[in-house]
């Protein structure tokens, strides 16, 4: 049984989207802003498995195309790859070592990042922007950004579950 | 028995004796107090230093609470001065806007920011004001330094404002020193690109960029920033120019909508 229980994945993710909508703007370096929001994703994910990792994903993935202004669908979607491909893939990393989470928190950054300009430029009309360029001004500060900002929330989020044993993950 | 009767005799014996000094003589009397005045002299005199001492002490407690009251009375004097110091400020902005309003030959509805987008990808914001106060779909809006976005989902009470730094946002701009056109196009990062730009056209960091009033959208005329960059992407028959918003977009708190 999970430590964790539904509705508090849903407020985790609320409280997450929330920071992502107003305070988050104020702390912006490079124009970038850690996305807390796939950090929350993939801490279920990572955590809890595939299964939650799914559902944490379809629900902050909605929550964000509520309050952004692109397809509505795309966040639902990356969001719900990125929760469940790090759930399948949790058994494989030491969930103890804070490299192995900034690892995926940065790696996952980068691939949602990327798979969102990727799907965009195959929906949008007349898309301008050079991926090149978007990697470098965009992905690259948001990536390292948004990976150490889950330093500090995983070991917050891991003392406050007081999630220690193996057992207590899955 | 009479050991005892005796004794009492004795005792009623000396003290009559002693009244009778007392009453009679004034000299014996005086002598007596002042020797045994002397006597608790040093005894009065530390309990009259004690008392002296407490009543120094006494008075700790109350100042203590006065200056406790004081203290909170600063803190709340001083959470006041910020207070007015925010109003103050708020109150220079709005002055600001109200001024702009009334240059500008547009009815415009005043709003304020109250969320913005969470994602890294898109830049937009959400307003306070919606269908109830005026605001129409796909309609320009402005700050004070320039323009901001476009209305582009409009609810009852709110709306969302696709910002020109998001890369879905396209607007058509001139170079206001030469008039060359060409169609600003947002990034992630918060700054813009002037896309199809002539290659012989002579377009320089520091020239300003305006809306070309083209497609009825935006209006004509209209600050945007000001060009930082410009370059050629290869295989390409245009140059590009990186534009800076006149307009910190993430800083802002109050915006005027077209009506």
């Excluded at chain 2, 209305?151 to 998001?166: C, F, M, N, P």
Aim: charged share 20%; aromatic share 10%.
């Amino acid at each position: 049984m999970y430590k964790i229980s539904r509705l508090q994945i849903y407020i985790i993710i609320l409280i997450a989207i929330s920071m992502q909508i107003g305070p988050l703007n104020y702390l912006k370096i490079f124009g970038m802003k850690p996305d807390v929001v796939l950090i929350s994703v993939v801490f279920f994910g990572l955590l809890l498995g595939p299964g939650a990792g799914l559902e944490a994903g379809i629900a902050a993935g909605l929550l964000k195309d509520i309050f952004t202004l692109d397809f509505f669908w795309i966040n639902t979607f990356i969001m719900a790859l990125a929760g469940l491909c790090v759930g399948m893939a949790s058994d494989k990393f030491f969930k103890e070592s804070k490299k192995a989470v900034f690892t995926v928190v940065l790696f996952t950054t980068i691939l949602s990042m990327s798979a969102h300009y990727f799907l965009v430029y195959i929906f949008s009309k007349n898309f301008a922007l050079n991926y090149f360029s978007y990697f470098l001004s965009s992905v690259m500060p948001a990536c390292i950004y948004t990976g150490l900002v889950s330093i500090p929330l995983y070991i917050a989020f891991v003392n406050i579950y007081n999630l220690k044993e193996a057992d207590d993950y899955i | 028995m009479r050991t005892q009767k005796s004794k009492i005799f004795r005792a009623l014996v000396i003290i009559a004796i002693f009244i009778a000094l007392l009453c009679n003589s004034k000299t014996i009397t005086s002598k007596t107090r002042i020797d045994m005045s002397g006597f608790f002299t040093p005894a009065l005199e530390s309990v009259h230093r004690a008392w002296a001492l407490v009543k120094k002490i006494i008075p700790f407690s109350s100042i203590r609470e006065e200056n406790r009251l004081l203290r909170e009375r600063i803190n709340l004097l001083n959470r006041k001065i910020e207070e007015l110091k925010v109003v103050s400020a708020e109150n220079a902005r709005l002055k600001t806007i109200l001024d702009f309003r009334k240059t500008i030959p547009y009815v415009t509805i005043p709003a304020q920011v109250i969320g913005r987008d969470p994602s890294n990808w898109s830049n937009s914001i959400i307003i306070d004001k919606g269908i109830n106060s005026g605001l129409k779909f796909n309609k320009a809006v402005l700050s004070t330094k320039g323009l901001v976005g476009r209305v582009l989902e409009v609810g009852r009470y709110s709306a969302q404002v696709l910002l020109i730094t998001d890369p879905n946002s396209k607007v058509g701009v001139v170079i206001a020193r030469n008039r060359q056109g060409g169609i600003l196009v947002g990034m992630p990062d918060g700054l813009c690109k002037i896309i199809y730009i002539s290659l012989d056209s002579d377009v320089l960091p520091g020239d300003k960029v305006i809306t070309a009033g083209y497609g009825g959208v935006f209006p004509k005329d209209i600050m945007v920033g000001q060009v930082v960059s410009v370059g050629r992407e290869p295989g390409r028959l245009y140059k590009y120019a990186v534009v800076k918003t006149a307009q910190d977009l993430s800083r802002l708190e109050e915006v005027l909508c077209i009506r």
